[in-house]
């Protein structure tokens, strides 16, 4: 067991050897460590079987050396002879190199002056090498210095970007490189300030030239609106063939941003009138050298932001009317300029600029605008009280629509606002006209119009549409029936028409609506100014009844005038007034409302005059008997009216709609009188203030009234039938026949009865008049109590008191 055990310790102690003999010395530490992590006494055995081996090692090494020390003793001998001659050869080698050292002194210093010489031209030529990349960029630099002094700024931005990304980059490692790349920032924040400064002052120069160039462009656009309608005019009449330049001399187009521009270039120096465009009259380089150069910044958007804002900040400046616009057409004119003016210049920026302004933001601004100048034009032109005003304001609305049109905004608003205009309009044409009417009316002497020869007939029918037969037939001199106020009025109608046709002018509307708005605004004319001033004219105090009577025999004539109004109006528009929907003129219903007004008045006035002679009876209500004969104001009153009533012969019974009206008003006015007197006859009968009346002041009482049975039975005004016109004065007749016969009997029996001799005598009426002679009786005889025929006469009155008043209980029940 032991011997198997020394075995494998000298079998381990062999491998180790050769593994530490065969292995690299840096490699051992882990070897050498495995002989000390064995047994304890394994490293003594370890170093016994080192030291045999390292016997062995010697022994070896010197056989090796007993073998090889003959061979090392010759080679040493060998060795000693050679020194001798290596000495030799040494001193020869020496002396060799002292004499070439000698001979190549010269040419060592010639090759270091070589040597020298090419480092120098190495030198120069790095040197040129270097100046040839920083001369470029000097250059450049000297340029942009002067572009930056020539104010040429854009192209000192293209500068500055070629030198940061092609010729710095080449020397970035030089100082002054360094420095002109830290100076670049700079000088591009001052070419932005300097620009932007000039787009201050480009805004604050083209505020103040928007008028001009809004004032151009109107006055172009009014160009061709007359350009337009004469080649139109020339093609109605069958002149399609001339030249069209041949209206006004030379032929015009249109530019892009629709301005006019001359085609006639051989004729160009002749023209006094140039053909401007925006670009002739504002400067837009400003604005194009900030856009550019903002959009070389890189900061596009932050320009076109501020353009923007400062465009809408100008278009409320512009939208912002003077106080005293309203007053002058001037001040319109001025105001539509430059809003025209703005909108030019915006739209030459739309096309001009690629994004700077868009269709979007001039739409939007000019929205924006239209609601401001709707509102303006409403609040403004309410003011306006003078139609040559008005209309010289439509005229720039067109024009300034259509000049605005034809830069591609939408005008339909200010067309539409144009109808409220027209409103405006007709009302300041009304409100003329009122007074022209008045003046018409205050000069008319209300008489027929003489004429004495055929001359003057011939100038009254060709101002007012006048046929009668028989006054034709007639010898000069003669009279019309209308008086002069009539042709008058028949012109300024149609003056008024005109004036109302020349607002519908230039408005892009049919024939038919322009027929509708000029009947329409003659039917206002009409109805509501000419008939005010007609009605006003008949309540005036001054007028009497010649007047009156004379007034409707005007109203007639005016109204048979009316289908000649609408013939007028038919042959301006061409449109027949059998067409759907074509207003008719509503002259006739006019004129007879002031007819009839007129006849009212007749009325009013008469009775009016009848009370006024009715104030002046000075009834003796005591009187014991009559004084025979009729009152002196009665018989004043009763010439008067039959003076009055020959007046009315006069009224127009010669046309076949009105050949009753003479009769008629006549007739009415008769009528009226005759009742209005007989119930202010009674009224003064029945006074309450009236307390006593004799039977004397009865019979003059009736005296009166039988003249006015005279009056009425005497036919003042013909076309009564019968008695028709006496019983207006029925009623005061039955009452003084009761009292004049003291029928009282008969009048109490039949009373109630169809057939009663006193049907019309109400019994309060005829109870309050026979107290008034009772008490009269009681006061006058005071000894009636002493004669038998006296007391029984107040019997009979106490009696019949009764059985009235009887009577009216039994009514009042």
């Known amino acids: 067991m032991a011997e198997n055990e020394m075995l494998e310790y000298i079998t381990e102690h062999e491998r180790i050897l050769q593994e530490i003999e065969s292995t690299d010395t840096a490699c051992v530490g882990p070897t050498l460590r495995s002989i000390y992590d064995d047994q304890s006494n394994a490293h003594k055995r370890f170093m016994e079987k080192l ?41 020869q080698v020496t002396e060799a190199n002292r004499r070439l050292q000698e001979a190549g002194r010269e040419v060592t210093a010639q090759t270091e002056e070589v040597i020298r010489c090419r480092i120098q031209q190495r030198n120069m030529a790095t040197t040129v090498e270097k100046l040839q990349l920083c001369i470029p960029v000097l250059e450049m630099y000297s340029k942009l210095k002067e572009q930056l002094e020539s104010k040429r700024y854009y192209a000192a931005l293209k500068t500055m970007e070629l030198l940061e990304k092609v010729f710095i980059p080449r ?16 000088l591009r924040k001052e070419i932005k300030e300097i620009s932007m400064s000039d787009l201050k002052d480009f805004l604050e120069s083209i505020r103040k030239h928007s008028d001009k160039v809004g004032e151009t462009a109107m006055r172009q656009a009014q160009q061709r609106r007359t350009f337009n309608s004469a080649v139109a005019k020339q093609h109605n009449i069958g002149h399609s063939t001339k030249p069209l330049y041949s209206v006004i001399g030379h032929s015009l187009s249109h530019t892009p941003n629709g301005m006019l521009i001359n085609d006639d270039t051989a004729d160009e120096d002749e023209t006094d009138d140039e053909i401007l465009t925006a670009q002739d009259l504002v400067d837009f380089s400003p604005v194009y050298r900030c856009l550019h150069i903002y959009a070389v ?24 009317p003077q106080a005293s616009m309203h007053e002058t057409v001037e001040g319109y004119r001025r105001y539509f300029n430059q809003i025209v003016g703005f909108f030019v210049v915006e739209d030459h920026i739309l096309h001009a600029t690629q994004g700077l302004v868009t269709r979007a933001f001039t739409s939007e601004l000019w929205n924006m605008a239209l609601s401001k100048i709707i509102a303006v034009l409403r609040t403004h032109s309410s003011y306006c009280d003078d139609p040559d005003l008005v209309l010289e304001l439509k005229n720039l609305i067109v024009i300034f629509a259509d ?6 905004f939408t005008v339909n608003r200010l067309f539409d ?18 007074v022209v009417f008045r003046e018409i009316f205050e000069l008319d002497n209300y008489s027929p119009i003489p004429v004495d020869t055929e001359e003057e007939y011939n100038l009254v029918v060709s101002r007012f549409p006048f046929h009668d037969t028989d006054i034709e037939k007639q010898d000069f001199p003669k009279k019309l029936p209308m008086s002069q106020s009539v042709p008058q009025i028949y012109t300024q109608v149609k003056e008024f028409i005109y004036a109302s046709l020349k607002f519908s002018e230039s408005l892009h509307r049919s024939s038919t609506e322009i027929d509708d708005m000029l009947r329409k605004s003659t039917n206002l004319l009409l109805t509501r100014t000419l008939n005010s001033c007609l009605q006003n004219l008949i309540k005036k105090p001054h007028i009497g009844l010649t007047e009156l009577v004379q007034i409707i025999i005007n109203t007639t004539h005016l109204e048979q005038a009316c289908k000649y109004l609408e013939e007028f109006i038919t042959n301006i528009t061409n449109v027949s007034p059998e067409t759907v929907h074509t207003t008719r003129l509503y002259g006739l219903s006019t004129f007879k409302d002031a007819r009839h007004s007129a006849e009212g008045e007749i009325y009013t006035k008469l009775n009016q005059k009848i009370d006024e002679f009715i104030q002046l009876a000075d009834y003796e209500w005591g009187m014991s008997e009559s004084d025979g004969r009729a009152s002196g104001y009665l018989m004043d009153l009763i010439n008067f009216l039959r003076s009055t009533f020959q007046v009315f012969t006069h009224l127009p019974n010669n046309n076949n709609d009105h050949a009753s009206m003479s009769g008629k008003v006549a007739q009415t006015a008769c009528m009226s009188a005759c009742k209005h007197l007989a119930t202010s006859l009674m009224q003064m009968l029945l006074d309450t203030e009236l307390k006593q009346i004799s039977m004397g002041a009865i019979q003059q009482f009736n005296l009166d009234v039988i003249q006015c049975e005279l009056f009425a039975s005497s036919e003042p005004v013909p076309g009564f039938q019968g008695d028709t016109l006496q019983l207006a004065f029925i009623d005061l007749r039955q009452l003084l026949d009761l009292f004049m016969v003291w029928d009282w009997s008969t009048y109490l029996a039949d009373y109630g009865q169809p057939t009663s001799k006193y049907l019309r005598v109400n019994p309060a009426t005829a109870l309050a008049l026979l107290e008034k002679m009772k008490d009269t009786s009681k006061k006058n005889n005071i000894f009636s109590q002493f004669r ?9 009155i106490e009696t019949v008191v009764k059985q009235l008043r009887t009577l009216v209980n039994g009514m009042s029940s």
Not at 171 to 186: A, D, K, T, W
Not at 301 to 311: L, P
Not at 788 to 796: G, I
Request: aromatic share 10%; with cysteine; glycine share 4%.
């Open 297 to 320: 910044l890189g900061d596009r958007e932050t320009f076109e932001n501020y353009y923007r804002k400062q465009r809408k900040k100008q278009a409320r400046l512009v939208l912002q």
């Open 417 to 434: 606002l144009l109808f409220e205009v027209r409103d405006q309009y007709n009302e300041t044409l009304l409100k003329k006209w009122a």
């Open 403 to 408: 000049t605005l049109q034809d830069y591609g």
């Open 51 to 91: 030291d045999v081996r390292i016997r062995n090692h010697d022994r070896e090494i010197e056989k090796m050396c007993n073998f090889h020390h003959q061979g090392f003793v010759d080679a040493i001998t060998e060795l000693l002879k050679v020194r001798t001659d290596a000495e030799k050869l040494m001193g």
């Open 788 to 796: 038998k025929n006296d007391r029984d006469k107040q019997k009979l």
């Open 171 to 186: 020397v970035s490692h030089y100082r002054f490189c360094q420095i002109m790349g830290e100076n670049l920032p700079h």
